[in-house]
């Protein structure tokens, strides 16, 4: 079996094709035989996901993914702004799409979504201590917010019901941490 001890490609160009929320960035590198390739991805500057729990439920937002053509249920979540910090990102996008705030969050993990096509890297918090207060969505969201108890979410991630990767993530890190809430709903 073939071992390589250094796995790295060396960038010889780089161009933009396409520069919005995202870019789409290609890149021609060198590879480890010498030979050239291309790299075409997505540049993302990072997002914060929030894991908001409180008395063995959990706050879920359901939005419309237009790529997938459906609505999802997904932790709330969001794009960082340069002059943000994870977890401000994190504050701030609970706010906003929840009307939560937290005495607490507790970065429990990062993450890369989808490392064969973008940089995108993503900190995903745990929210304790939930105060309510008034969701301000941005004006292109729209958003239902529901609280469900953490069995029905376990349940939701079985029967195919929740398929967004960070909030399969985030729920599985809470069942495997705190194993005691949930258990009865």
């Not at 908001?52 to 997938?68: A, N, T």
Request: aromatic share 10%.
């Amino acid at each position: 079996m073939k071992h390589y001890s250094k796995l790295k490609e060396a960038k010889i160009s780089s161009e933009t094709l396409y520069k919005g929320v995202l870019k789409v960035k290609l890149d021609e590198v060198r590879l480890l035989n010498g030979k050239t390739s291309s790299r075409l991805y997505l540049d993302h500057q990072g997002a914060s996901g929030i894991l908001p729990v409180e008395d063995g439920h959990v706050y879920l937002v359901q939005q419309y993914r237009y790529p997938i053509g459906a609505p999802t249920w997904e932790i709330p979540a969001g794009k960082r702004e340069k002059t943000q910090t994870f977890l401000s990102c994190a504050r701030a996008e609970l706010k906003q799409e929840t009307g939560l705030t937290a005495k607490s969050l507790k970065q429990i993990m990062v993450f890369h979504p989808c490392n064969a096509f973008s940089n995108e890297i993503q900190h995903l918090y745990l929210a304790t201590g939930l105060t309510r207060g008034q969701d301000c969505p941005d004006e292109d969201e729209f958003l239902n917010v529901k609280r469900f108890p953490l069995k029905t979410a376990y349940r939701m991630i079985e029967t195919g019901k929740i398929t967004d990767a960070k909030t399969i993530i985030t729920l599985q890190w809470y069942k495997l941490h705190y194993p005691q809430d949930g258990v009865e709903a």
